[in-house]
């Protein structure tokens, strides 16, 4: 059980702010509040059209979908809007670098500018915020601090323990130095499960619950995708009232929305969950020891030990596999181990319900129902519903299931919501055709918008198609396109994005690259999963000259501006992998149902995501650069022309030297934007 807002409270009508004052007009004009608070802003006129359009879908509690190209400005067209609304707002993002950019920047500056004071309150999901219970919970078992004296040396546990002592917020964010991948994370945060929610002790103080309670009093809050769908999928993840109070939702990075949706509508089970139970039973146990008589110790432990003994078959089953099975494949290999699996956990829930005077007992019984509920959901499902997969780990599985459909669901939820819903990206749309973002979300009704980038891209940037490459099945496409890959860097200088469409291919470049020795040492090489994402990208800004290989992470969300990065390489088209069972499962109900998979599935996911991957280059007025596409198939393949035609409008070439000459010029002469030809 999660911890609940403690404390909802009556709201507040917010009356309107703009009557008769200021309209959007003035406020994205020249002389207008905008631009005398920000000293780089530029007055453009996509923005305020977007801007109207969103004041208008918030007045009408419209369902919206804008595709604002890159450089419109669209998170002040929708914040303006928003804050002169009066309306409550929810404001949801992909990330939690926008999320607090959002927070920490963006939404002061624009109030402020239109002298429109709002309550602000951001919420993350709960991994981000100390479990002071946790924290007590494993202060006597923790060791002591390190017997050493130098600044920064001390251990990040005590640096949270003093921490802890004043943080109002209870944001870990706010512990200087401490790392995204330090595992003590994982000791002094909850997890839905381990979540003692009303039951606990430090209810109170609990950082989870007082967050939520300052989202519900808030004006405008701001959470994250993966909270938005928790509460919209019912899952305990979700925060509760927040959704009901809001007058308006504007999810921006939504391209994201379908697949996140896509995998909160499904089920999962891990083996690893599984046993965490299990090990929170046993050590609750041992904690009791014998103290308490009435507590049915020996049947309890027997039932966890059947369930134990079920998973540990089910791993050896799967021994020596890595890849993720269809459940056809799986079903020899895992016999009826499934559902004696559902019926052990379930006997284990009963009989840990009939010890509920003990709260995390009770706490446990829950946790078993909800694996046990998503393993009937697994086991019930049948090959029109979803994808059912197997995905053997090293010591363990996980089992799943991935609703093929989810649009009337995801159309009933938000029809039960009657406020407005706003949906923006860069990247929603094929030429003017929303069609496919908006038929997976069940948003036909939605009305559209599509407003270009206001850059020159055809005078900012270069599309190199290049022409003689092996096909890219063949064994020598990928050490082809790195040959191509180094005179372009070369004539780049680095500042290059070398994007790939597999970890095998980008283990294997980074090898050749490196196997290139002196030449090529120049230049920093940054390979993604040698260090966080978040330093790659920084290294790369603070550089000038590198050169970064990633895969699908690094094709959208990321935001280089300036001369950094002016070359980006895509390896090959970014079809999703047919040997993926999930992608097969999904084609083969497609055609199933009479549809052509090709035309309305994989061919446009690999359009929106080379879009995207194209959309990494030019961020502002003043980039310049190079896109080199390195498939042949874009020229020989009939559907070449729908890809191409979902890109920006850049000057295109197929002659190598034509892109190098390009590159050598700018890199020469860079960047003002009169001088580019
Ligand atoms: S303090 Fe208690 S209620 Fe809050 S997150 Fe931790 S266990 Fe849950």
Known sequence: MNPGPAGAGVRRPRAPY????????????????????????TVREPQRRMAERVAAAIAGREALVIEAGTGTGKTFAYLVPALLSGARVLISTGTRTLQDQLYAKDLPLVARALGRPATVAVLKGRSNYLCRYRLAQGEAALPLPLPTGMPGAEAPLERIRGWALTTRTGDLAEVAGLADSDPVWAEVTSTRDNCLGARCPELSRCHVALARRAAI??????????????????????????????????????HQIPDLATQFFGAEVGSRRIETVLADLEGHLKRRGGADQALPQRTLLEAAGAVHACVARMTRALEGRSTRLEWAE???????????????LGALTERLRGCETDAPLAALAERCAELTASLERIGASDSLEGARSVQPLRRGFTLSLMPFDIAPRFQALIQARPCAWIFTSATLSLGEDFGHFTSRLGLAEADTLKIDSPFDFERQSLLFLPEGLPEPQSPEHLSAVMRLARELIEAADGGAFVLFT????????????????????????????????????QAFRADGNAVLFGTASFWEGVDVKGDALRLVIIEKLPFASPEDPLVRARIAHLEASGANAF?????????????????????????????????PRLGTRGYGKVLLAALPPMSRTRREAQAVEFLRRHVAAPPALEALP
């Open 18 to 41: 703009n009557d008769g004052m200021l309209d959007l007009e003035d406020i994205f004009g020249a002389g207008g509040p905008l631009e005398a608070a920000l000293p780089d802003f």
């Open 330 to 344: 799986a079903e020899p290999l895992l016999g009826s181990d499934v559902a004696t699996l559902r019926a052990r």
């Open 217 to 254: 009093e808030a004006d405008v809050v701001i959470v994250n995708h993966h909270l938005l769908l928790a509460d919209l999928a019912l899952k305990e993840d979700g925060f509760g009232d927040l959704l009901g109070a809001a007058d308006a939702v504007i999810l921006d990075e939504a």
């Open 502 to 537: 597999s970890h095998r291919s980008l283990a294997r470049a980074a090898a050749l690259w490196r196997a290139a020795g002196a030449p090529l040492a120049r230049y920093r090489l940054l390979v993604q999963g040698e260090a966080p994402r978040e330093r790659l990208l």
């Open 599 to 631: 035309r309305d599935y994989q061919l446009p996911e690999a359009a929106l995501a080379l879009k995207q991957g194209v959309g990494r280059l030019i961020r502002s007025e003043q980039d310049f650069g190079v896109v080199a596409i390195c498939d």
